[in-house]
């Protein structure tokens, strides 16, 4: 019986140990305040837009990220959400009115001004979600890196803005001898390919090619983010570009940072990613350039 206890003892000594170990991990979790998920629901001209907020891990007040997708948003990088969310940054995402089930009727004028809807939203509720409101950023992809751009522009308290291959929804608005007024719909080709997509995206309620056309011919001024960009005041912006022909550079990238640059701005910022327009080969190389931007220009 000795000889049998002795030849079972490592066992019993290991299973003890995975026993203690395990009953200590149960009892003292590793954060008293984890990182968590939280839905939201903004209202924006009485209209109910959903949202949600991927909260830092950790007591106290948190960077945070407002992060714009796109046109429909069939892309939403909420791994760069999952990302910067780890390493201790709050990211807010949320669906501009008219589109994915939030109320009301989308445009582009409408989504400029859900953004500072929602800006005003996290400043108003900064506390109770843990949001440090004097370091609230934009990250925006496509349609979404305008928003993010003018989000900035059109409010001062933003600290920085980052856009990913975006586009100029009003480039062109003062054209040249040799440039149509226009943007998206300036080149023939390019006019195309967004109007025949815009007839697809169901998803955006209120919408069609006609709207598109009218507000870019209508509201282009308005819209164009280089007669703007005298009002980035110093604050840093990083450009993200895909070697693409999605978002024409010429007409939508080089002229905003032209402007930018012109502001006497040191801190803005430009890199290409040899990718397609989603940078689908890039997600790391992507966010790795986001967190070091971010971390280095935009957090105290």
Not at 51 to 73: D, Q, V
Not at 204 to 209: D, H, I, P, R
Not at 272 to 281: G, K, M, P, R
């Amino acid at each position: 019986m000795k000889q049998a206890l002795m030849k079972n003892l490592p066992l019993f000594v290991l299973s003890l140990f995975v026993f203690l170990l395990s009953t200590h991990v149960l009892a003292k979790p590793q954060s008293d305040h984890p990182a968590s998920i939280t839905e939201l629901t903004i209202s924006s001209e009485g209209h109910r837009m959903s949202g949600l907020i991927y909260g830092a891990a950790g007591r106290g007040l948190h960077p945070t990220i407002l992060l714009l997708h796109g046109y429909p948003g069939n892309e939403k990088n909420l791994d760069v959400a999952q990302a910067m969310r780890s390493i201790g940054w709050n990211v807010v995402f949320f669906h501009y009115r008219g589109a994915w089930g939030s109320e009301g009727e989308f445009s582009f004028l409408n989504a400029e001004h859900d953004v500072q809807v929602v800006l005003d939203y996290l400043k108003n509720n900064a506390e109770r979600l843990s949001i440090d409101k004097q370091q609230i950023s934009l990250v925006g992809h496509s349609m979404g890196g305008h928003m993010a751009i003018a989000g900035i522009l059109d409010n001062a308290a933003v600290k920085c803005a980052v856009s990913y291959d975006g586009a100029n929804l009003g480039a062109n608005s003062t054209p040249t001898h040799n440039q149509n007024k226009g943007g998206l719909l300036s080149d023939a080709k390019t006019a195309k390919m967004w109007l025949d997509y815009t007839e697809t995206l169901f998803m955006l309620k209120g919408w069609s090619a006609e709207k598109f056309k009218q507000e870019i011919n209508e509201h282009s001024a308005e819209l164009d983010l280089v007669t703007r960009a005298n009002k980035i005041n110093s604050r840093p912006v990083l450009l993200i570009a895909a070697n693409t022909n999605v978002i024409p550079h010429d007409i939508h990238i080089t002229p905003l940072l032209n402007a930018l640059k012109a502001t006497k701005n040191s801190k803005i910022s430009y890199q290409l990613i040899e990718d397609d327009h989603s940078f689908s080969s890039s997600r790391e190389k992507l966010i790795t350039v986001t967190a070091n931007f971010l971390n280095a220009s935009c957090k105290n």
